[in-house]
């Protein structure tokens, strides 16, 4: 069993910066699509950025210029680095796993694993 546990979230004021930590446990972490979501309030779950085993990356357009995806295979970990945060950055952000491994979808359905997710607050 799969187990993704998220840590990092926080309040911060804009323009600031956070890093999300998604550790991973029970599967060969390294193979498998890893992404992250995030879901403000009231708003569906929407696709931030993914990663595949070979290191390529997706951004959703309006986060790539701000947001950082990596891993750290010796540590089953993916991390998000967020910047120049702003105000509508605020959601819950939650790390998946997906059954894929070359490619990266933005369908929530396409990731099979969940984290219970980490709230992220921006102040203005």
């Known amino acids: 069993q799969v187990q993704l546990v998220e840590s990092g979230g926080g309040l911060v004021q804009a323009g600031g910066s956070l890093k999300l930590s998604c550790v991973a446990s029970?599967?060969?972490?390294?193979?498998?699509?890893t992404a992250w979501f995030r879901q403000a309030p009231g708003k569906e779950r929407e696709f931030v950025t993914g990663?595949?085993?070979?290191?390529?990356?997706t951004y959703a357009d309006s986060m790539k210029d701000r947001f950082t995806i990596s891993r750290d295979n010796a540590k089953n970990t993916v991390y998000l680095q967020m910047n120049s945060l702003k105000p509508e950055d605020t959601a819950v952000y939650y790390c998946?796993?997906?059954?894929?491994?070359?490619?990266?979808?933005?369908?929530?359905?396409?990731?099979?694993?969940w984290g219970q997710g980490t709230q992220v607050t921006v102040s203005s």
């Open positions: 990663i595949v085993w070979n290191g390529r990356i």
């Open positions: 998946a796993m997906s059954k894929l491994w070359s490619a990266i979808p933005r369908q929530q359905t396409q990731y099979i694993y």
């Open positions: 029970g599967r060969t972490f390294s193979l498998y699509t």
